[in-house]
């Protein structure tokens, strides 16, 4: 997942933000901007336009996270909803096994998650405060159970 580029969407008045400047960090979060732009369920979107700050337990200091997207859809029995939607492999999203000796790659992977659940506890608190829900897409949500 280490694909980086420019996305240039084709209906650039759904997205809120410069859509001269949007990035994609992931091949997934490309796919995820093409659904966004494509689909007429999502009225608006826009990525990483939104800085959030978390405490980062693994350095002990206040950081800050830009959450992948927020988008408006709407639901299909017509009600509109606000997502804050945040692009994982499903790895990153449950602590790792305990091996039997701790490996660089175990504290590598631990880290990862304490840092990931720090970000999305904020990132909850904010949605709470504005009426958004947040959700981590995997592998799973976009190209189907696996």
């Known amino acids: 997942m280490s694909y980086k580029g420019k996305y240039k969407p084709k209906h650039p008045e ?8 949007i990035i994609y960090r992931s091949l ?3 796919k995820f901007m093409v659904h966004c732009d494509n ?3 999502v009225l ?13 337990p693994t350095t002990n200091r206040i950081r800050r996270y830009f959450p992948d997207f927020l988008i408006k859809v709407r639901e299909s029995n017509g009600t509109i909803k606000k997502y804050m939607i945040e692009i994982k492999p499903k ?6 096994p305990k091996p039997k000796r701790q ?18 506890a904020a990132a909850r608190e904010w949605c709470a405060d504005r009426g958004y ?6 592998e799973n949500e976009l190209f189907g159970s696996k």
């Open 14 to 21: 759904k997205y809120k933000g410069n859509p001269v400047s």
């Open 103 to 120: 490996t660089k790659r175990y504290l590598q992977e631990a880290y990862e998650y304490a840092k990931n659940q720090s970000k999305w």
């Open 39 to 41: 689909s007429e369920s």
């Open 44 to 56: 608006e979107w826009s990525s990483e336009e939104v800085s959030l700050n978390y405490y980062d």
């Open 91 to 96: 790895k990153q999203t449950t602590p790792p």
């Open 28 to 30: 997934w979060e490309r």
């Open 133 to 138: 829900e947040f959700k981590v897409f995997t």
